[in-house]
Every structure is written in C-alpha cells, then in structure tokens.
C-alpha cells in the first residue's frame, strides 16, 4: 500500500485546526493547502472503517490511523474530505476534528472528560435567570422550563434556579442523577469514547449539560437545542441591533454544534 497521509493531518487539525475569519482578516494567515488527493474511499478493517485518500490512509495528528467505528460515521467522514474543492479547509471539516480529539484525547481520559461534564452540571446555563426585563425572563421559562421538567421526570434530576449570575448550588442528589444520565448516554463499549466527545463538544458549545442530554435522548432537536443556548443574545440582538461579526462566529458553533449531534447520533 502507498506511504498513509500523515504529516498534513498534524498541520490541519492540531488545536482544533481553527483559522477565524475575524483573526485572518486582522493578520497574515498561511495559505490553506491545496487538495492534493482525487478519490475518497472506505476501507473495512479489522477494527472499524478506515478513511482512504488515493488509497492512502488517513492518520490523526498523533498518528493513529483514522477508523470510525462504524460504515454510517465512516461515509459522514468521506464526504467532509470528498467536499473539500481545490484547498483543504479544515474549519469545513468539523466532524473529522472530532474524531481526531476522540482518538488522540478522549480515548486516554474518558474520567476526566466526564469529570468536565459534571463541573458544567454544576453551573448549567439553564439554571441561571434574569429577573428584569420581564420579557426575556418570560422567554427563558418558556425554553428553559420544560428541559428542566424533563431533567427531573425522564432522569430524576431536580436543578435549582438562581436569580442575576450568583452561584446555585445543586444539590448531590440532583448531580448524581446528570453523573448517571452521562453515563447512561456514553455507555460502555468500543463507542463510548466517541460518545462523550459529541457529550462534550455539544456542552461546552451550549453551556448546558441539560441541552446536550435533552438533545441526546430527542427531547430537543439540534436547532431547537441551538436556539435554546442562544436565547439571551438573541433577545439583546433584538433590543440593540444585530452583530454580523458576533453572527458570523455563531454560525460556525453552529457547525460544529451540528458535527457534534452528528456523531452522536452515529454512535448511538
């Protein structure tokens, strides 16, 4: 078999292979490479699927070859490197950056990962709310309230609320129930670290653990889940006017929000 692709992986998707537009523009930025590859094919190992460019393997920034667990994640995969036009542009590749993370990273520490999720359990975006104006206090329980219903009704979570940005203390019960629904969601088997990597980025892009575990058992869907994370800047958009960069940033979360609820619903 020809040499497996390698080094370029390592220059395009380490630390995430993010280049901001908004940066870009403020500064030089190197050039995104050229697409130097015309076929992309699936190969069935003996561990998973195997990502193929010219029938050359595809290896992660640490060097593990790429295998998705399954054909389905495998061909969502193909058509990221199968889409990418005369350069390669990694921020259009979010769920290979996710793979990657869940090979090189969370592979090596699922307790940690997990850990993480529980300190978002702790402050989750959905327990916090305003008091003034009315109006957007009205739109968070009208969103927010019935996640909560959820949490407590489908996995026996019952979250306290605060009011303005002072720390709410939940209780043990309560986070030990979110601890056993994360569990529950990553299970344990070949999958699980690829589970809580989709867990994680659709936490940390939300701010809410509650968001991603509604997303994940399909209380919410992925635009409905979105919409929920980004209610307060929607309502200030809506008072003081719309930001295009603040827009344009949130489109790519959005990306990425979307690569996330892919994996997951890959792996589930």
């Known amino acids: 078999m020809s040499n497996p692709v390698s080094g370029l992986e390592a220059d395009l998707f380490a630390q995430g292979g993010e280049r901001d537009p908004q940066i870009s523009a403020r500064g030089p930025a190197r050039p995104l490479p050229k697409r ?29 070859r790429v295998i998705a667990p399954n054909r389905l994640l495998a ?19 979010p769920l290979t950056r996710l793979i990657n993370t869940a090979l090189d990273g969370v592979t090596l520490q ?36 019935p996640i909560l219903a959820f949490l407590k009704d489908r996995l026996g979570a019952r979250l306290s609320l605060g009011a303005g940005v002072a720390f709410v203390n939940q209780s043990s019960e309560a986070l030990t129930a979110l601890n056993l629904a994360v569990r529950s969601v990553a299970k344990s088997d070949a999958f699980t670290p690829f589970r809580l990597t989709a867990m994680y980025e659709l936490t940390a892009l939300s701010g809410s653990l509650a968001l991603a575990l509604a997303l994940a058992h ?18 200030q958009m809506g008072v003081w006017g719309e930001d295009r960069e603040a827009l344009a940033r949130r489109e790519k979360r959005y990306g990425d929000f979307r690569a996330a609820a892919l994996l997951l619903s890959c792996v589930s």
């Open 36 to 64: 130097f590859y015309a076929e992309v094919s699936i190969e069935e190992t003996a561990h998973g699927f195997g990502i193929l460019l010219d029938a050359r393997p595809v290896y992660t920034p640490k060097k593990q």
């Open 75 to 93: 061909e969502h995969l193909a058509l990221e490197w199968s889409a990418q036009t005369s350069t390669i542009n990694p921020a259009a590749m």
């Open 110 to 145: 699922m307790a940690a990962v997990e850990a993480e999720l529980m300190r978002y359990a702790a402050s989750d975006l959905i327990c916090y709310r305003v008091e003034e104006p009315e109006s957007l206090a009205s739109r968070q329980a009208a969103s927010w309230d």
């Open 218 to 235: 399909d209380f919410l869907s992925v635009e409905a889940a979105w919409t929920a994370a980004n209610l307060d800047e929607d309502f």
